[in-house]
């Protein structure tokens, strides 16, 4: 029997989820070029992402704002408001996991469900992409993909194969035929300088990958050449894992006596640092907002944040970081709390933290 059968796995994937949201909250705006980032005024930072509509001029997600300014300078350009976007994914989330037997949100926008202890066949597994898609656009107004495979990697590639509002199915069956066509850039974790080295090896689509020689992908790019070789031939072991979204990991110290003395503050702060990076690499997570808590001995509390423009997961940067929001309140009196923490934390599945060795 072929247990993949009875595997179906669903990725579903908001389309435009940030500026999609904005339409929706200011329904002028439908049918327009929208591009939620930062100030193109300032000159400084990035596409956040972008509507369907401002995509027409090469706009994309991570593109500086200044380019994306030079490319539509008439879309409508928004400052990203995180607060709104985070309630209505939970809202969306929890349609999408009422129908799943294991349920794994892996972004604010993204979740894979599994369905295999209850659904044995790919129509009623497609039925139910489709009562999610209709559920989530009634209920909130807004669109997603939904790919549907027997496995995250193809289910993945399949939600992003017909956006937006698309719905891809494909079946144990039809895997390479639909697999090898593509062109390398379509598997999760191949940016612009894997692809270009592969390119140079005379690899441009998926069928060539699965078809070169694994030891020689392994000696070139170590463990990630045998997991993009699996995955070209649409081999995936991982589980849906059923895990909670972490939103933000801190860690705080309370003193017994209150302190003021600069290198106790910083060996406190590297410590927690220490802690907060710890359980970052157990979960496997990255961040890109850094927040400090700090507590004086009459009780007056004050929370510190900054965000980076790339989330990671780098002890260093995390450090500095902490410091320099810490220098204004040193030297001004006597601390009896400090807490240090992440927030807007990106998962990095199994695939993608070999991914991130090497890129
Ligand atoms: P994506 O799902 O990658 O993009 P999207 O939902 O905007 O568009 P698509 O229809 O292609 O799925 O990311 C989800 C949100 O995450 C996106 O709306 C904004 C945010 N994001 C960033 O802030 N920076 C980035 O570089 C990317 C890729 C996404
Ligand atoms: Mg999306």
Do not use: W
Not at 70 to 84: D, G, R, T
Not at 274 to 302: A, G, W
Not at 344 to 358: A, G, N, V, W
Request: proline share 3%; aromatic share 8%; charged share 25%.
């Amino acid at each position: 029997m072929n247990i993949e059968k009875f595997r179906i796995t669903l990725h579903i994937d908001m389309d435009s989820f940030y500026s999609s949201v904005e339409t929706l909250h200011r329904p002028s705006l439908k049918g327009l070029p929208v591009i939620v980032g930062s100030d193109p005024k300032k000159g400084r930072g990035v596409v956040s992402t972008c509507s369907y509509e401002a995509r027409k001029y090469g706009v994309h997600s991570a593109m500086p704002i200044t380019k994306a300014y030079k490319l539509c300078p008439q879309a409508i350009y928004l400052p990203v408001n995180m607060e709104l976007y985070k309630k209505t994914s939970e809202k969306v989330m929890k349609i999408i996991n009422s129908h799943a037997t294991k349920f794994q949100q892996v972004s604010v926008d993204e979740a894979y469900i599994e369905l295999n202890n209850d659904i044995d066949n790919y129509d009623k597994a497609i039925d139910i992409g489709y009562v999610i898609k209709k559920q989530i656009l009634e209920q909130e107004g807004l669109t997603c993909s939904v790919g549907i495979a027997p496995n995250k990697v193809l289910s993945k590639i399949a939600s992003d194969f017909n956006k937006p509002n698309g719905l891809t199915v494909v079946k144990p069956t039809d895997v390479i035929k639909f697999l090898h066509p593509l062109n390398i850039s379509k598997l999760p974790g191949i940016g612009r300088k894997t692809a270009s080295i592969l390119n140079s090896m005379g690899i441009k689509t998926i069928g060539e990958l699965a078809n070169y020689d694994v030891q020689l992908l392994i000696s070139r790019f170590g463990k990630f050449g045998l997991v993009i070789h699996e995955m070209s031939h649409g081999i995936d072991n991982r589980e849906v894992k059923e895990k909670e979204f972490v939103k933000s990991i801190s860690k705080e110290d309370t003193f017994d006596k209150d302190i003021s003395d600069i290198n106790r503050i910083r060996d406190v702060l590297y410590n927690l640092v220490e802690k907060v990076h710890i359980s970052l690499l157990k979960q496997n997570f990255r961040f890109r907002t850094v927040n400090i808590r700090v507590r004086y001995s009459d009780f007056r509390t004050y929370t510190r944040s900054s965000t980076l423009n790339n989330a990671t997961n780098d002890v260093h940067i995390l450090k500095r970081e902490v410091m320099i929001l810490m220098k204004e309140f040193m030297h001004t009196g006597e601390f009896r709390l400090l807490g240090v923490g992440v927030s807007k934390l990106e998962y990095i599945d199994d695939m993608q933290t070999c991914i991130t060795d090497f890129e």
